[in-house]
């Protein structure tokens, strides 16, 4: 079933792939939704069954009225993994999908198997910038900031010929603003730096080196620095480095998996 009651919530979500397999959960960025991830289904269905889901407030899931958590996101994960049945799974993130990894890690880790962080950060900047984008959200739409946006998610000449890369802004255009603040919020809320040593699964940390929403220094430094055995991929990309560098991003997601068959 495509709709799943979980947390209070109903979730979008799609589960894929030949059961039995070892479960990789995908994690979408903010503004977009569990479509970010079609560059990268084919080779994984090769190897895993794959859960993609819709974030509270994104796509085809409920966007209920009021600031959301970080913890409450994390909490959507684990029950949409406890009505599928699904006792551990590897976790993919990038960006907000990234925090909800590191929540994961930190208050469920026995849930767990394996980690990517992609393009995330355990703090995402000063409080005043996440007001100011709210501010913009509720005077005048998702349309008052999606130049702006798209700009920091793709390089120029991705945005001027990718696909992926229109399809995710007309996801973003598409996406209700009441879902859009309550997830901002739980971003700016989010400070995982003091627990981040407190993380004991086995992580990959992969940054854009044209990243400016979580540039390497400040973001994913902090990251490697801080959870114990952490590795660190550095990508030519923007802050979507899943669409930007797709055959790089799902060769190290595979390799650093295991690629199980």
Aim: hydrophobic share 40%; proline share 7%.
């Amino acid at each position: 079933m495509p709709f799943i009651a979980a947390n209070n919530t109903r979730q979008f979500c799609r589960l894929e792939g030949q059961p039995g397999r070892p479960l990789l959960v995908l994690s979408h960025s903010l503004g977009a939704d569990h479509g970010m991830w079609a560059p990268q289904m084919a080779d994984l269905l090769l190897h895993f069954q794959v859960l993609r889901y819709d974030t509270r407030g994104h796509g085809a899931s409920d966007a209920p009225k009021g600031g959301y958590s970080i913890e409450m996101l994390g909490r959507d994960v684990i029950g949409l993994a406890d009505a599928l049945g699904i006792k551990q799974f590897a976790f993919c993130g990038l960006s907000m999908g990234g925090a909800i990894g590191q929540e994961l890690a930190i208050h469920s880790p026995e849930r767990l198997t394996r980690l990517v962080l992609a393009n995330t950060s355990a703090q995402f900047g000063p409080r005043s910038n996440w007001e100011a984008r709210m501010k913009a959200v509720s005077d005048g739409g998702m349309a008052a900031i999606v130049d702006a946006v798209m700009g920091r998610f793709f390089s120029p000449s991705t945005l001027a010929q990718d696909p992926y890369a229109n399809s995710v802004q007309s996801v973003f255009l598409g996406t209700d603003p009441v879902g859009y603040l309550g997830c901002c919020a739980a971003i700016r809320d989010t400070d995982h730096r003091p627990a981040l040593h407190q993380i004991r699964v086995p992580t990959l940390v992969i940054a854009g080196d044209r990243d400016l929403s979580t540039p390497w220094e400040g973001h994913g430094e902090v990251l490697v620095r801080d959870i114990p055995g952490a590795r660190a991929l550095h990508l030519p990309s923007a802050h979507i480095s899943n669409i930007e560098c797709p055959h790089s991003f799902t060769g190290a997601l595979l390799e650093f998996l295991g690629s199980p068959v």
